[in-house]
């Protein structure tokens, strides 16, 4: 069995849209939604995937979500026959953090595979998570966004060394750190020399919920990114549909 999001109670978060991060944004991809995270990044745009009542982890919006309406299980073979019907031949895993489930995930893109041999597969991961040995090999991509200070995470939990030496030198990871000051450069150049991450695979990306936030950010985050040898990039899918779950 599969823990997923949902969008409205019941429906689990399984939906097309086109990719707003990363090195593959604009393309068609289908999204599955998981529930859960083991960390607590206080602007965390998915906080309905974790934070249920009765969580204490930090959180400044005072926001409680019930757990039952926010959360639907399927089984694995259920989820690839939604994903194999909706149109693109790209699967985004995200959540939450899709890794918790590693297994019951492998089993779900070994079902897709069936039905769809073609698709490529990204997963959006924290970092902090080693994928299940079942699932790596069926891995085209990882989008991995460790997390700095500013997310309120303390680094024991957040920065793994030895995960992120092993996504550096994975051909198939590309890193995309969450910029929201100026200064969040210096812990991303202490990483990136730490764990000899190539440029060419760091993306910077900036905080926000909306076009103003990352358009304001994104005037002085472009320039960091020149300077710097980094790729930019944005957040497609907040600029065309705003912060709406399932988009
Ligand atoms: C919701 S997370 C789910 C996957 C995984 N837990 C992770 O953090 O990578 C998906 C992506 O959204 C980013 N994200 C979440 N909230 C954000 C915000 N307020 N501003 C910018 N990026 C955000 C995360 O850094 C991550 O790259
Ligand atoms: N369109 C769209 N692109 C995305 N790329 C990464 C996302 C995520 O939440 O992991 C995401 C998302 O939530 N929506
Ligand atoms: S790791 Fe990802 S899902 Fe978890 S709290 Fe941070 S942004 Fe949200
Ligand atoms: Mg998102």
Redesign the pocket.
């Known amino acids: 069995m599969l823990t997923l999001a949902t969008t409205t109670p019941g429906k689990p978060e399984i939906f097309a849209s086109l990719q707003g991060e990363g090195a593959s944004v604009g393309k068609p991809s289908t999204f599955v939604r998981l529930s859960r995270?083991n960390?607590?990044?206080h602007w965390?745009d998915?906080?309905y995937?974790?934070r249920f009542s009765g969580d204490n982890r930090p959180h400044t919006d005072g926001l409680d979500f019930a757990r039952e309406a926010n959360q639907v299980k399927l089984e694995e073979a259920e989820v690839a026959q939604m994903v194999a019907a909706l149109k693109p031949d790209r699967l985004v895993l995200t959540?939450?953090?899709p890794l918790l489930q590693g297994a019951a995930l492998a089993r779900m893109v070994e079902a897709l595979k069936e039905l769809r041999p073609e698709f490529h597969v990204e997963i959006e991961t924290?970092g902090s998570v080693a994928p299940h040995p079942a699932l790596d090999p069926l891995i085209d991509q990882f989008n991995v966004?460790p997390?700095l200070a500013h997310?309120g995470n303390p680094a024991s939990l957040a920065l793994i060394p030895e995960r992120l030496a092993a996504y550096a030198a994975d051909p198939r990871a590309y890193f995309k750190f969450v910029i929201a000051e100026r200064s969040d450069i210096e812990e991303v150049l202490g990483l990136v020399a730490a764990h000899s991450i190539l440029p060419s695979r760091v993306f910077l990306m900036p905080e926000g919920r909306d076009s103003a936030t990352l358009r304001a950010r994104a005037r002085w985050l472009g320039d960091l990114c020149a300077d710097h040898g980094f790729n930019f990039t944005d957040r497609l899918h907040i600029h065309l549909w705003g912060d709406t779950r399932g988009t």
Do not use: D, I, P, R
């Open positions: 995270c960390l607590a990044c965390c998915t906080a995937t974790w959540g939450g953090e924290n966004s997390k997310s």
